[in-house]
């Protein structure tokens, strides 16, 4: 260890360098908040996920070619899975991927292949009504901002988490007749579907 | 700012309003049904909040948003052969071109 230091590093006595060594070997503490920032680690990561999952959120209405809305979708996703588990659901964040990122969004972007013809018109990506709705929509933002802000909600100042094992008993005890009724509505649709999508034909 | 409610329900207030504007403002059909996709994704966020910050929600509010998952699956698995099957029909996404019923 002696060696490895630096020839200009001021010599340092045997017993307090290996006391300091030892020191150092039990423990090394991560500081409660990040140095620079001052924040937690918590509210960095929160911070950086919110903005993520809303500029690629804003990237999805506001970019012209489709393909990449439903690639910046995705993006959107995956930062609010990560909320989730900032918010201690991590079933609800890996149900997020498997069925927003694996399922839908894949769904959609075979869809938009399927119906973005190459002839098609491109020309105006927005409706000529949407100087109107951009305005109604930072009203509506600005507007839940300031009520959620104001109501008491009577929450607690700690997150609670939930663990796996407990909403997995109350999936399958309490609320058994919701989950067959969903099993059956995705049968539904899924039939729905494929009555609507199949090619009206010489059989039909 | 993690640890408070009000945080994820303005975060999650702002992506409603995003994915409402989006809906009124995109001119094709599977852009909206993606705004649509991101308000239910919005009001999912608020539900798991609740869930985290309020303990008699705890374990309900993961429930709810499970099942808000497989019904918004439900919902974009008709809403695309839906768009899919106008598409064959008109050879258009547009939806102000859909005026069929106008003329």
């Given at each position: 260890m002696g060696t490895a230091r630096p020839a200009g590093a001021p010599p340092v006595t045997h017993t307090t360098g290996s006391a300091r060594g030892a020191e150092g070997a039990e423990e090394v503490p991560i500081p409660g908040t990040v140095p620079i920032l001052g924040m937690s680690w918590g509210d960095v990561l929160f911070a950086i996920l919110a903005a993520v999952m809303l500029g690629s959120a804003l990237l999805v209405v506001m970019l012209r070619d489709i393909i990449r809305c439903g690639l910046a979708m995705i993006v959107a996703f995956g930062a609010l899975a990560g909320i989730y588990v900032l918010l201690g659901a991590p079933l609800v964040a890996a149900a997020q991927v498997l069925v927003?990122?694996?399922a839908i969004a894949v769904l959609i972007l075979f869809a938009v292949m399927l119906t973005q013809?190459?002839?098609a018109p491109v020309r105006?990506?927005?409706?000529?009504?949407a100087l109107p709705a951009a305005i109604a929509a930072i009203v509506l933002a600005v507007m839940i901002a300031l009520t959620a802000s104001a109501t008491?909600?009577?929450?607690?100042?700690k997150r609670i988490a939930t663990g796996t094992d407990a909403l997995a008993r109350l999936l399958f005890t309490s609320y058994i007749l919701p989950f067959e009724i969903v099993s059956v509505l995705l049968l539904m649709a899924v039939i729905g579907g494929i009555f609507l999508a199949k090619r009206e034909g010489r059989d039909a | 700012m993690s640890q408070s409610l009000d945080a994820y329900l303005v975060v999650s207030g702002i992506l409603f309003a995003i994915g409402t504007f989006g809906f009124l403002a995109r001119r094709n059909a599977i852009s909206m049904l993606m705004s649509i996709e991101l308000m239910l994704n919005a009001v999912n966020l608020s539900i798991v909040a609740f869930g985290a910050f309020i303990p008699a929600l705890n374990g309900t509010a993961s429930v709810i948003a499970l099942m808000v998952m497989a019904v918004a699956a439900a919902e974009a698995t008709v809403g695309l052969a839906i768009v899919m099957a106008i598409y064959r029909n008109?050879?258009?996404?547009?939806?102000?071109?859909?005026?069929t019923m106008r003329q």
């Open positions: 927003y990122i694996g013809a190459k002839n105006l990506v927005f409706q000529a009504q008491d909600w009577g929450a607690v100042t | 008109r050879r258009t996404p547009l939806v102000d071109e859909y005026d």
